[in-house]
């Protein structure tokens, strides 16, 4: 498998990047793989993606650890809500060692278990974004009030878990894509007139081919986007593609 990512600051922010992404090994064949994105109205809300983020990488890693040692096969249903538990678990224990406001805890979430030999995963998405998958959009859209993780740190974790609606089972993928909303913000600052259609940029960004035997396969996207279709993307983006190679 491919995995090629990008990490954008929209033309409207100015002093930080809000969104963050990671991917980590959690086994000898399964990664996890996020974007986050934080929200602008809270409080220092760069603070909250990256604090998601770590947190969910040190999870990551001690699964790997301990997958390790015991051997044990994961699951990947399962594996995805005993990550969402423990990621929910170790941000309140740093919020009430910091003594967080709730306002300082929210970004949006979009969190998949990937097996990378069978192709397969299981994805959640928490507040917005869109889940892109050999052509197919899975958009979550929220009406600009996402409903935050950090809502939910002191509900009962399985009733709240189990009401998700945004979850997918994907049983066998070729391209996957996961972004956060930044992805429906490109603008054609210069003239409106020749403002591409949001399906035509995604189809361009997510799916053509063109220049993946390069890792920086986004970032050539993104720029080409700018020189010469003169779209910028004007809110903050993270993307993180995986092209299942034969």
């Not at 929200?39 to 969910?56: D, H, N, P, Q």
């Not at 390790?68 to 678990?89: H, M, P, S, W």
Request: glycine content about 4%; overall charge negative.
């Amino acid at each position: 498998m491919n995995i090629y990512t990008t990490l954008q600051i929209g033309a409207f922010h100015t002093n930080h990047c809000e969104d963050f992404l990671i991917y980590e090994q959690i086994s000898s064949h399964h990664k996890l793989i996020a974007v986050l994105d934080g929200c602008t109205m809270g409080t220092e809300s760069v603070f909250a993606s990256m604090l998601y983020g770590k947190i969910l990488r040190t999870i990551a890693k001690n699964m790997f650890y301990k997958e390790f040692v015991t051997n044990n096969a994961i699951v990947l249903e399962t594996t995805l809500k005993d990550v969402i538990r423990e990621l929910i678990k170790e941000t309140v224990c740093i919020k009430n060692q910091l003594g967080l406001e709730i306002n300082e805890l929210l970004a949006t979430l979009v969190l998949g278990i990937i097996d990378t030999k069978s192709a397969s995963a299981e994805c959640i998405t928490i507040g917005d974004g869109l889940i892109y998958i050999d052509g197919n959009t899975y958009e979550y859209e929220q009406n600009d009030k996402p409903d935050y993780l950090g809502y939910h740190l002191y509900d009962d974790f399985d009733t709240w878990y189990d009401h998700q609606q945004q979850k997918l089972s994907i049983p066998n993928f070729k391209d996957m894509s996961f972004c956060t909303d930044g992805i429906f913000t490109f603008k054609h600052l210069e003239n409106k007139e020749k403002q591409k259609p949001v399906s035509e940029i995604i189809e361009y960004v997510l799916q053509d081919t063109e220049h993946m035997e390069y890792d920086t396969l986004l970032d050539r996207k993104i720029r080409h986007l700018k020189n010469q279709w003169r779209h910028v993307v004007t809110d903050d983006l993270a993307i993180i593609r995986i092209i299942n190679t034969p």
